[in-house]
């Protein structure tokens, strides 16, 4: 896998890439009634990337791997850290759908049905999210008589930018990491920086606090 070029991937791949921070975050975001059928404990996280050397400096992406009933979703996060945002963000998810379906195969060559797929982008850029929500609105012209033909799905969103009142949910590491992406464009950095600090004093686990500390410095710096 190519390196991850900018600061922004490597803080939300260090962060989201931590179990205790990923299972939070999955509680406080998954859908109830997912929720409800999905077994945290079998979580799973790839960190190989779908993610075209072409578009590395846009997005990062990770997989989570869940059970679900009998078999597994996989819940793609798609960050995007850009200053304003990705128009063709569905185009993007559609081929990673693709290549996680691909991937199933080879891993499953007996298999005739493929596992669902729940897409989650996470934004924090400075400008409002504006970018299609469904696949259909990518294509123009569409008479009622194709529509059939054509994919249509939708990703939720969780927008955590400074523009957004969205409250900030989960245990200490998971608000932290999350306000370090929705601050990081912030006109009072220092002061935003010291919150953060003070932040990791809350943190049991003085192995880890020194481990996000580093992470987050670097990140900021």
Do not use: C
């Not at 960190?47 to 846009?58: E, G, P």
């Not at 880890?208 to 992470?215: M, N, P, Q, R, V």
């Amino acid at each position: 896998m190519d390196e991850i070029a900018t600061p922004h991937d490597a803080f939300f791949r260090e962060s989201f890439g931590r179990r205790e921070i990923a299972l939070d975050f999955l509680r406080h975001q998954l859908p109830a009634e997912v929720l409800a059928e999905v077994d945290l404990g079998t979580l799973e996280i790839s960190k190989d990337t779908y993610v075209s050397t072409d578009l590395r400096s846009a997005y990062s992406d990770l997989v989570y791997r869940l059970r679900y009933r009998d078999t597994r979703l996989n819940v793609y996060l798609l960050f995007e850290h850009k200053s304003s945002p990705e128009h063709w963000t569905l185009l993007q998810l559609l081929r990673y759908i693709a290549a996680e379906g691909q991937e199933y195969r080879k891993q499953h060559p007996h298999a005739r049905r493929l596992p669902p797929i729940y897409p989650l982008v996470i934004y924090h850029g400075e400008r409002h999210w504006r970018a299609p929500r469904s696949f259909h609105e990518l294509v123009a012209p569409l008479p009622s008589a194709l529509a059939p033909f054509v994919p249509q799905f939708t990703y939720a969103l969780h927008d955590i930018s400074a523009r957004t009142d969205a409250e900030i949910k989960g245990d200490v590491l998971t608000r932290l990491v999350q306000l370090a992406m929705r601050w990081i464009f912030s006109k009072e950095p220092v002061e935003r920086l010291n919150e953060l600090l003070t932040l990791i004093e809350q943190i049991q686990d003085r192995a880890t606090a020194l481990e996000i500390l580093e992470s987050l410095l670097r990140y900021y710096v």
